[in-house]
């Protein structure tokens, strides 16, 4: 199947400071990626639908200022985690769709964010 | 507004036997239907697929299958096994411009 990376793995940061979490399709073109945040033992949240060239739609309650994400091509999505406070601290994953007429969808490997 | 409901929410079985793990959803409206596994700390594996026009999919000892009239998918595994131990989530996909809706999951335990 298609393969989704994304780097960091692991991030520990300042309170205060920004991250940015990366989300790759490599072997696929993606337009349409998802970010989703998941607390221990708990399902996954999505927070965001990111379309390449143009803005992210954010679910109810997830605040756009704090969670920036940029599409800037059919292979990159980024998500910028700033002004990181320790409740930011979760496992955050992201999802790509190949849309080769199943519409199925991938999913990265997941970054672990802990905000000290 | 679509509803995935799984249940139980964990399960324990001895290695070897023959499981089904099911799946409910509430509008009948999908493009498709998705099951994963996810282990602890980890991202999210896609298991099987299974498009709206299908019945049921195959991969090696797992198979689901899907009613979308009744609004219901199993997920079938097959001769267990303690690797097989994790969370499996199913989640349905209403077509473009739209998003994955997840149930919570169900926790596997497969005892040695």
């Known amino acids: 199947g298609a393969v989704v990376s994304q780097h960091p793995s692991w991030v520990i940061c300042k309170s205060g400071t920004s991250v940015k979490i990366e989300c790759r399709s490599l072997d696929f073109q993606a337009t349409t990626m998802f970010w989703y945040r998941q607390f221990p033992k708990q399902s996954l949240m999505l927070m965001a639908t990111?379309?390449?060239?143009?803005?992210?739609?954010?679910e109810q309650g997830v605040e756009k200022d704090k969670f920036l994400i940029n599409h800037a091509s059919l292979t990159l999505s980024t998500l910028t985690v700033t002004s990181a406070h320790p409740e930011d601290s979760s496992f955050y994953i992201c999802?790509?769709?190949?849309?080769?007429?199943?519409?199925?969808?991938?999913f990265g490997p997941g970054t672990r964010l802990t905000v000290t | 507004k679509q509803e995935v409901t799984q249940i139980p929410a964990a399960l324990s079985v001895p290695e070897g036997e023959n499981l089904v793990l099911n799946c409910s959803f509430t509008?009948?409206?999908?493009?498709?239907l998705q099951w994963f596994r996810q282990d602890p700390g980890k991202g999210l594996t896609s298991l099987l697929l299974?498009?709206?026009?299908?019945r049921e999919q195959t991969s090696g000892r797992l198979n689901a299958s899907l009613d979308k009239s009744s609004g219901r998918s199993t997920l079938y595994i097959a001769a267990s096994q303690p690797g097989d131990s994790a969370t499996y989530l199913c989640?349905?996909?209403?077509?473009?411009?739209?998003?994955?809706?997840f149930g919570k999951g169900i926790t596997l335990s497969v005892r040695p």
């Open positions: 509008d009948s409206a999908i493009y498709n």
């Open positions: 990111s379309n390449e060239g143009s803005k992210a739609t954010y």
């Open positions: 989640a349905v996909f209403t077509g473009a411009n739209s998003k994955l809706t």
């Open positions: 999802s790509a769709i190949d849309f080769n007429g199943l519409y199925e969808q991938y």
């Open positions: 299974i498009q709206s026009s299908q």
